[in-house]
């Protein structure tokens, strides 16, 4: 097959890099925004005729969730007309395509594991943008596969990990809030999943389109950085806060721990607990790489 990864210098795209010569007999075609703006659609239909592209896997997005805010129109054209883009070309070109989304598409007010039917009811822009991108993906009628996941951090790109590391080093005392729990996703186990579902044969499609997957088990932010200086070693106290202490320019769920159960038993991918990945990323990230 050639895969197409889109937004591939991010941390979803990295680590597919990195992974993608583990799925021998593939041939994968990496572009970022100056290769592949995915909010032109007739530039993006006529890479996927030029490459005959059989596969794509939507790792660009726009990010930002506070300055989208104030930026809603970018983070539209993003999360939205350039999602649309490629569903629209996978279908032209005969193409499957693995969309990543998120657990900001959740209101938070749930008390158990959101499943992939619940309802969604974003509270910022950036899941807005998110949830209209999924709509827009599912109704192209592409082989496509939306793939919900959350707190995602890698050892590229920007992420709470290396924001914790580096303020935990500069400051020695951090406050991070203790009321918004749901769980961390390792960028690199992220890229595996998304790896084997794209390269898993005729019809993606054809148990399920949305599916969630992060790592195991549900924490606190606090939870999270107190393990990440922790683990890092660095000399640092943190104390919790409610993140009516930590104001931020959107708001954030208080609950987005997702149900993994559909995308292990149609898939057969196993999920790494989520400490034992933080080990396996700030062990990288503590030799540089
Ligand atoms: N980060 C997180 O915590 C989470 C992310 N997700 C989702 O996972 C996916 C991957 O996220 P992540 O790897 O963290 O994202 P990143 O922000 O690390 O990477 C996104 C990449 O897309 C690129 N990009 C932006 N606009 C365009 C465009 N018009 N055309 C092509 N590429 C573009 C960005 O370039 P540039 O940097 O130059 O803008 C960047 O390289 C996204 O769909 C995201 O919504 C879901 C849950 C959590
Ligand atoms: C850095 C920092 C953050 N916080 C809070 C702010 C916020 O409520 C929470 C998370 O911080 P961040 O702003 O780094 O994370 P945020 O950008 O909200 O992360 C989200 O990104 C998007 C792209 C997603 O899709 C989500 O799944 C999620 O990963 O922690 C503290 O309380 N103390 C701190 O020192």
Not at 39 to 56: A, E, N, P, S
Not at 132 to 153: C, I, K, M
Not at 185 to 193: E, I, M, N, S
Not at 259 to 283: H, M, N, Q, T
């Amino acid at each position: 097959m050639n895969i197409l990864i889109t937004g591939s210098n991010g941390q979803l795209g990295s680590e597919i890099r990195t992974l993608s010569s583990q799925y021998g007999g593939h041939a994968f075609v990496y572009t970022d925004v100056a290769e592949l703006d995915i909010t032109d659609g007739l530039v993006v239909r006529q890479f996927c005729v030029d490459h005959q592209i059989h596969g794509i896997v939507n790792c660009a997005a726009y990010t930002a969730v506070d300055k989208a805010e104030t930026d809603e129109a970018m983070a539209r054209r993003i999360n939205v007309l350039g999602a649309e883009n490629l569903a629209k070309a996978a279908v032209e070109v005969g193409a499957a395509m693995v969309h990543i989304s998120t657990d900001y598409v959740f209101n938070g007010r749930a008390n158990v594991p959101m499943k992939e039917d619940d309802a969604i009811d974003p509270i910022g822009v950036y899941g807005q943008t998110k949830a209209e991108g999924e709509q827009a993906v599912l109704a192209s009628g592409a082989d496509a596969l939306v793939v919900r996941t959350s707190w995602l951090y890698s050892a590229f790109g920007s992420n709470f990990v290396k924001t914790i590391r580096k303020y935990g080093v500069e400051r020695g005392h951090l406050k991070v809030v203790f009321d918004q729990v749901g769980t961390p996703t390792y960028a690199r186990d992220l890229a595996k999943a998304c790896l084997d579902i794209i390269t898993s044969g005729e019809r993606i499609s054809a148990k399920g389109n949305v599916y969630h997957y992060s790592n195991e088990g549900a924490i606190s932010w606090f939870d999270f950085a107190h393990a990440i200086i922790e683990l890092s070693g660095i000399s640092c106290t943190i104390e919790p806060v409610g993140s009516d202490q930590f104001p931020t320019a959107a708001r954030r769920p208080n609950y987005s721990v997702m149900d993994k159960g559909k995308i292990k038993s149609d898939f057969g991918i196993a999920i790494p607990y989520w400490r034992e990945s933080l080990v396996a990323c700030i062990g990288r990230l503590s030799c540089g790489e």
